[in-house]
Structures are given as structure tokens and as C-alpha cells.
């Protein structure tokens, strides 16, 4: 039987055919249900990868089957000579081509079809029944096409096409990705329906007792007839009304038409970044006391300005941003979204006590931004790495005069709805942001973004806004001939964005007078996850000229784990917290980055193809700054010491320690004292300077004479046997759902091997598949999609993924002379 899908208004789904069929319903329930359903099984790719195909494809053509999200990139090989550079995670782009076949049914041939891509990057272009629907250069915002007129209904098959051309290269300072990389989606609604994007929830004034709210909703009515309709608006906390407006209508033929309504919520539960409160505003549109259309929008209730003296207040409360940048790659799963692996980031981030997401530099994926909303990230959401200038040959500055008005009013009219977006960025590190033309854009880009959101500060992140001498940072600056960023000097921006510059945050008040600070870029530390020198002060930073070779690297392109090391642009980790910690109109900040990156493999070119950036690693394992972070930003007790004790006997070695909740540490050597040390000042680490000799190395810390915590490090005899732990160890069985498992190589007493670098061999058993696997190391040429990895200092990274059948997966892992461990995951 082929394989087909069958598309209307109520699911019914069987899976041993492959097909979906669907058909039509009034019941209120149902409406939102069947409105919007996913479209990502059962398509067919092709990659041209000969002269022979050239951009075309045809009868002889070989396919394979495969379900969206789908990033082709991460499947490749790493590449010296990749086109798309080292930036680009030397890992080759092309030109794909998807391909689906599906049915309608006659029902729905009265209703409006769309079909609705999140991100397709890039150059993306689709055809149904071979029409043509259009072009989209931008590979980070979503659109729609509305496929109604072109489609077959009934028994006769309907074909989508769609080609992806990634083939110039570089277009890219990171890696990107290639492929339909988000998800897809069928909408089926009555020719009278809330437009894409069509609600706009805003809350102009909020107090404990009463929040009002402003619900502008925008109706499209697509018959050929007027329509008299009833437009009602019902909010909700959870599954509690909260209160209800309701509006009769009269739209004309083929038109759009906005309905204003008001409402009231009483004693409003106030959304926060500790306290991420949702609420739900379901539109209702009625003809003849029928239910039509319902759309549901997710929004929080929230009171918060930017000040120039207290920094971010939030419903009353002074609140430090405390954020990391994140590009939008999920490490061996590629760009390919996947929302637990998302959700996963954000509970490690969490765990680390931030606060803040920048979408460094791009419109995010949705499921992004509705985790963020639900478990409270302060988002700084970015529009553009460019404007008219390239920064690399292919990149979007190419499509810029065409497409960037409609790019932005998209990601404008898709995110501003959510209660985690509290800031626009028109622009990260523009060319033109030293010249008369960026202040132009910069002012036509922000009145767009005023016309569709006035209730949201917007920046730009520029490096820096204020020209600095050449002894606090580079020559680069020194070159300009103007005192200020001509585009923080135009007036334009609501808040100054500081890339770097920590050296003049104290300046602020005095050079921006009338401007709130926020630091949209900070620090640039680099570390490989376990790697140490043994004295942390032998090594040297980056030399002042950022062009030069790295000449402070270690053998294999590895960097210092201590805090020490960072990009000439930067700073270390403990430096610039240190600023931002001090003073109140220093509103926060949002670190570069959160977890390392597939490319930008800064301060390295080839073999590195990852970045070192990270305060987490491309695996998903914190490094040792993220307890210093742990220790400044969250209520937990903390006591990390670090490095490992496996060195060369009588080595000298540098211990440190990241406490809180303590007056002192003392610091053991097998039983003996070898000193207490306490915080002076500023300082956010202790440190002890000791041969070595094997053993334990135990800390304490105190207060007022009372242990607080105990910590260990131990020295590691030979690796002896694995160990595997999952994140969680049931999942659900829908065929997208996560397991990340950690493969730790131990010795025989069970203590992590730190200079363990075996590989290891994984095998799968059920319902079930492995889709990812990686140690984190930047110079790792293995293919993250294999059943092999080998490990980075005594730790690596299996991810499994579930199928659509509940049951159990039993995972191996193998090592050549290492005990193999098996661990069972179910999925139901």
C-alpha cells in the first residue's frame, strides 16, 4: 500500500499504513485542535552531490525517507577545505531537495489550507502540484503559504516540493545547518479566521489588585460575501476563566479587520523570572452561535521598565540579569530542533542560575521562546548579524534590501506575544554601526519595530558604543575617529547594548546620561572541559592583537580550563561579573556563551571545529567556571574544587575553590592541612599552590566555625569499566522524545578517570534509535550521527531517541578493556 497523508479536521492515525486521515468537525473542543497539526513524517530527500544533478531532480532521482526537523550538514564529514570555512563548522552545505505526497479531503475543499515552515535554512522554495508559492532567503524566520487553491481533493494525490540551496558559502560566521532544520505544519481554518499571527496581547497597566488588558485581535474573512460574525475573547489561568469579552462583527468580503477589546483580570498572578506565571487569552469566532474558528494565545501579565539608576525592575523588583547567548545549534543533534533538547540547555543553564537567553543572532526557533516563557528565561531576542555590509560573501546582506522589512515585521508580529521577550535587537556588531548609513537603518528599523511593539525596549549589540584606547582592548577601535557609536550617539535605541568594553560599564552614566545600560555581549573566556595546566598562571592569555596566531594554546588545540584564558575583545569570567555585581544601573548581562557552538572554533582554525566559548561544553557537561556562576547566582551551597588529582608526583598544581555560605575553606592532602583560605574584596575563588602526591584532596568550607560543605577530588587508579546515567529514564513514545546518557570511564573504585580517552562503542536494543553522540572535544572529527564516540577526560555523550511503539530500550556501551555497562530506558 503507498504511504500517504490525508489531511483535514480530525485526527485519526494509523500508523501500520502510514496514513493520516482526517475529517471534518464542529465539536468546540476540536477546533483548536485540528486548526494547526504537525506535518513532519513521511518526506523524501534528495542531496545533489554530483555535477550530474546539478539544481534539478527528475524521474531517475533516489530518494530516501526521512521525518522533519532535518539538518543534512551535521550528517557530513568534516572538511579542511569546506567552503564553509572553520566558521562554519567545516561541514559542507548544498543544495537539498524534500518531497511529499499527501491527500484532502472533499470536505475541506470549502476551507483555507496553509502550510507553515518555522525555518527552512536556506534560499528555501516550494511548489504544490507544481505551482510555484514563492521564495524565502532567510533560513531563521517562519512563513506561510496558502496552498488551498492548488490542492486536489479526495482520492487524487497532492504533491509538495521544496528546494533548499545552501550551496554558496560562506554565508555564515557559525555554523548554520542545511535543511528544513524546524518544524512544519498544516493549518486548515474556515475562510473566516484569526490571521497567522494574529493576536496581539499587551497589559499597559498592571498592579497587585488589577491587571488591564489590551486584546488586538486581526480577523481575515476570505468569501466572496460579507460575513457578520461574534468575536470572543475568554481568558484563562490554566484551566480556571478568568473573565471573557465578547464583540459582534461585521467584516467585509476579502478584508481584514482588526477587533479592539478590553479586559480585566483580578488579583493577576504576576509572571517572573522565578515565578513563570502563564495565562491563556482563547479566541472564538462565531457564525450562527457556531464555533468557526478558536485560537489560543499564551501570554504572561507582567510590570517591568529599565532604569537609569536601579537597572531592570521587574513588578516592583530590582532583578540582575544574569544571561548567556546561545546560537541555535543542539550540539551532535545539529540545527535540527528538537524540544527536550532545547528544554535540556535551559534546565543546565537553570541549574547554573541564569536568568537571561540572547537569541545570538537570529530569530530563535518558537519552542525556544515558549520554554523560556514557561520557565522563566529573560529573552533578548535579535533580529540580524548584518544589515547592508557583509560580514561574510553569501550572507543575508545580499537579500537585505528585499527582504529585511518583511523578515522583521514577521519575527515582530510571531514573538511579541510572549511573556519571556523583553527585549528587540536590531543588530549585533554591524559594519555600517560607525557610519551615517547605520543610523539611518537603525532608525527605520526601529520604527518598524515601534509600529508592531511600543511595549518592549529595543538595542543594538555594538562593539562597542563608546570608542576605547588601545591599551584597554585592541587597534580596531582605535581607528575610529569618533568619540561614540554613531548609532548609540543617534538617540534611536531605548537601551545602550555594550559588546565587550567592560572597562567603560562604570563610564556608562556619564556617556549615556539618558540611556539605561544593558550589556548584550560579555567576557569571550575559553576553556576545554578538563583540561588543566597545573599552574594556572603559566599560561598566557591571548596576545593584545586578536589577528595574531594564538600563541598561549596548549598541545592538541586545547585551552586552560582555569579562568584565565579569553579573547583579547574580553575578558575572564570572574572580571566582568565582577563590574556588573557592583552597581545598580549595570542592569546585566548576557555571557558569550552559555554552551558551546559548532564552529567559530575561536582561537584555533583546523582541526578545531567547535567553539571553546562555552560555560557548558558542545556535550552538554558544565565546566568548572560554572560553579564560580552556581556560587554568585543561585541560593544553592556550593563547594566545587577542581583540578583533578591525577598528576606527576611532586608537581606543583593549583587548587581552586568556588565557594558561598562560608566564611573560609580548608583545603587536605591525605588527612593534612595544607592552609585555610578566605575570599578578600572582590574575589570570587580561592586558591592553594601545592605539590602534588597522590591521594585525596579534601576541602571544608565554614561559617563561623561550622561546616557548611565537604567536597573531594581523588586520585583515579587505571580506567576499569564504565558507567552510563540517563538524564531521565522513561520517555515518552511519540517518535521525537529524548534520552541523554552520560558515559563516564571509571576505575576500579568507581572514581572518574580524568585522562581516560577511549573509545567507545554503543549498541541499541528496541523500539528506538540513536541519534547522537559527542565528548564535547572541539577537535573531534567523528561523525556525531555514528554508534561510536571516543571520550574527552573521562566522560562522553550518547542521546537516544524514541519511536511511536511504548516498550524499553537497552543501551550497551563498549570499550576495549573497560567492564561494559547496559542501561534500560523506557518509553511509553
Given at each position: 500500500m503507498r504511504k500517504t497523508n490525508h489531511l483535514s479536521g480530525k485526527i485519526v492515525l494509523a500508523i501500520a499504513v502510514g496514513i493520516i486521515f482526517l475529517s471534518s468537525c464542529t465539536k468546540k473542543d476540536d477546533?483548536?485542535?485540528?486548526r494547526k497539526i504537525s506535518f513532519n513524517t513521511g518526506w523524501s530527500f534528495h542531496l545533489n552531490d554530483s555535477i550530474i544533478d546539478k539544481d534539478t531532480i527528475g524521474t531517475s532521482t533516489k530518494w530516501r525517507t526521512l521525518n522533519l526537523p532535518h539538518d543534512w550538514s551535521i550528517e557530513g564529514k568534516?572538511?579542511?577545505?569546506?567552503?564553509?570555512?572553520?566558521?562554519?563548522?567545516?561541514?559542507?552545505?548544498?543544495?537539498?531537495w524534500y518531497k511529499k505526497t499527501f491527500k484532502v479531503a472533499p470536505e475541506d475543499s470549502s476551507k483555507v489550507t496553509s502550510i507553515t515552515f518555522d525555518g527552512v535554512y536556506r534560499n528555501s522554495e516550494v511548489w504544490v502540484n507544481g505551482h510555484y508559492l514563492g521564495k524565502r532567503p532567510n533560513g531563521y524566520i517562519g512563513f506561510q503559504y496558502q496552498i488551498s487553491p492548488y490542492l486536489n481533493y479526495g482520492e487524487k494525490e497532492n504533491e509538495i516540493i521544496v528546494k533548499v540551496d545552501n550551496s554558496k558559502?560562506?554565508?555564515?560566521?557559525?555554523?548554520?545547518?542545511?535543511?528544513?532544520?524546524?518544524?512544519?505544519?498544516?493549518?486548515?481554518?474556515?475562510?473566516?479566521?484569526?490571521?497567522?499571527?494574529?493576536?496581539?496581547?499587551?497589559?499597559?497597566?498592571?498592579?497587585?489588585?488589577?491587571?488591564?488588558?489590551?486584546?488586538?485581535?486581526?480577523?481575515?474573512n476570505q468569501n466572496k460575501e460579507a460575513k457578520k460574525a461574534t468575536v470572543t475573547t475568554t481568558i484563562f489561568k490554566e484551566d480556571t476563566k478568568v473573565t471573557s469579552v465578547t464583540q459582534n462583527i461585521t467584516i467585509d468580503a476579502d478584508a481584514n479587520q482588526v477587533v479592539k477589546q478590553l479586559a480585566e483580570v483580578q488579583n493577576p498572578i504576576l509572571w517572573s523570572d522565578e515565578k513563570p506565571e502563564l495565562y491563556t487569552a482563547v479566541t472564538e469566532i462565531s457564525l450562527d452561535d457556531k464555533i468557526i474558528d478558536q485560537y489560543k494565545t499564551t501570554f504572561g501579565i507582567r510590570d517591568f521598565k529599565f532604569d537609569l539608576n536601579k537597572g531592570f525592575i521587574l513588578n516592583g523588583k530590582q532583578v540582575k540579569i544574569k544571561g548567556v547567548c546561545m546560537h541555535h545549534d543542539l550540539g551532535p543533534l545539529g540545527s535540527a530542533i528538537n524540544t527536550r533538547a532545547i528544554e535540556r540547555q535551559l534546565e543546565i543553564l537553570k541549574g547554573m542560575g541564569v536568568n537571561g537567553i540572547r537569541t545570538s543572532h537570529n530569530p530563535p526557533a518558537p519552542e525556544l521562546l515558549e520554554l523560556c516563557d514557561k520557565m522563566g528565561f529573560i529573552v533578548m531576542d535579535e533580529a540580524f548579524d548584518m544589515w547592508k555590509t557583509n560580514k561574510t560573501k553569501y550572507d543575508y546582506a545580499n537579500d537585505w534590501d528585499k527582504w529585511h522589512k518583511k523578515d522583521l515585521i514577521d519575527q515582530l508580529l510571531r514573538d511579541r506575544n510572549h511573556a519571556s521577550v523583553f527585549i528587540w535587537s536590531i543588530g549585533n556588531e554591524i559594519p555600517d554601526q560607525w557610519s551615517e548609513t547605520g543610523?539611518?537603518?537603525?532608525?527605520?528599523?526601529?520604527?518598524?519595530?515601534?509600529?508592531?511593539?511600543?511595549?518592549?525596549?529595543?538595542?543594538?549589540?555594538?562593539?562597542?558604543?563608546?570608542?576605547?584606547?588601545?591599551?584597554?582592548v585592541t587597534l580596531q577601535f582605535e581607528k575610529k575617529n569618533v568619540q561614540f557609536n554613531a548609532i548609540a550617539a543617534s538617540g534611536v535605541l531605548d537601551l545602550i547594548g555594550y559588546n565587550y568594553a567592560h572597562q567603560t560599564y562604570e563610564h556608562h552614566q556619564e556617556n549615556f546620561p539618558n540611556t539605561p545600560f544593558i550589556a548584550t555581549e560579555t567576557t569571550s573566556g575559553l576553556q576545554t572541559r578538563g583540561y588543566y595546566d597545573a599552574v594556572s598562571d603559566t599560561v598566557k592569555k591571548w596576545p593584545v592583537r586578536w589577528d595574531l596566531k594564538f600563541t598561549g594554546g596548549n598541545p592538541g588545540n586545547t585551552v586552560s580550563a582555569y579562568d584565565q584564558v579569553q579573547a583579547p575583545w574580553g575578558s575572564t569570567h570572574e572580571a566582568t561579573w565582577k563590574v556588573i555585581k557592583k552597581h545598580d544601573y549595570l542592569s546585566g548581562m548576557y555571557i558569550w556563551t552559555g554552551f558551546d557552538y559548532i564552529g567559530?572554533?575561536?582561537?584555533?582554525?583546523?582541526p578545531s571545529v567547535s567553539s571553546y566559548f562555552g560555560i557548558v561544553d558542545l556535550a552538554g557537561f558544565p565546566k568548572d567556571v560554572y560553579y564560580m556562576y552556581q556560587s554568585e547566582w543561585t541560593d544553592k551551597t556550593v563547594l566545587h574544587i577542581f583540578p583533578h588529582w591525577n598528576w606527576k608526583a611532586g608537581q606543583t598544581v593549583d587548587v581552586?575553590?568556588?565557594y558561598n555560605k562560608a566564611d573560609e575553606v580548608e583545603l587536605f592532602l591525605n588527612g593534612k592541612s595544607v592552609g585555610i583560605r578566605s575570599k578578600k574584596g572582590d574575589d570570587l575563588h580561592v586558591m592553594w599552590r601545592i605539590p602534588y602526591q597522590a591521594g585525596t584532596l579534601k576541602a571544608i568550607s565554614r561559617k563561623n566555625g561550622k561546616v557548611v560543605l565537604e567536597s573531594e577530588i581523588k586520585t583515579a587508579g587505571n580506567p576499569s569499566q564504565l558507567k552510563l546515567t540517563a538524564d531521565r529514564s522513561t520517555i515518552k513514545a511519540d517518535a521525537n522524545d529524548l534520552s541523554f546518557i552520560t558515559v563516564d570511564i571509571l576505575d576500579d573504585k568507581g572514581i572518574l578517570a580524568p585522562n581516560a580517552n577511549n573509545e567507545i562503542n554503543f549498541s541499541l536494543k528496541g523500539n528506538g534509535k540513536i541519534v547522537g553522540v559527542s565528548s564535547g572535544d572541539p577537535v573531534s572529527h567523528e561523525s556525531y550521527k555514528g554508534n561510536k564516540h571516543t571520550a574527552l577526560n573521562g566522560k562522553c555523550l550518547v542521546i537516544v531517541q524514541s519511536d511511536t511503539k511504548s516498550g524499553r530500550l537497552e543501551l550497551t556501551a563498549k570499550a576495549n578493556g573497560l567492564k561494559q555497562a547496559t542501561i534500560v530506558i523506557t518509553t511509553e
Open positions: 477546533v483548536f485542535n485540528n568534516f572538511d579542511e577545505k569546506s567552503p564553509a570555512g572553520y566558521g562554519g563548522g567545516s561541514l559542507n552545505g548544498g543544495l537539498g558559502q560562506p554565508n555564515s560566521r557559525w555554523y548554520s545547518g542545511s535543511g528544513i532544520f524546524r518544524n512544519v505544519w498544516i493549518e486548515t481554518t474556515d475562510k473566516l479566521h484569526v490571521a497567522q499571527w494574529g493576536t496581539y496581547v499587551t497589559t499597559p497597566k498592571v498592579t497587585a489588585e488589577k491587571a488591564f488588558l489590551n486584546v488586538e485581535t486581526t480577523i481575515q543610523v539611518q537603518i537603525a532608525k527605520e528599523l526601529a520604527a518598524i519595530t515601534r509600529q508592531y511593539d511600543k511595549t518592549r525596549p529595543l538595542t543594538a549589540a555594538m562593539n562597542p558604543p563608546v570608542n576605547m584606547n588601545i591599551d584597554q567559530e572554533p575561536t582561537p584555533y582554525e583546523w581552586w575553590a568556588y
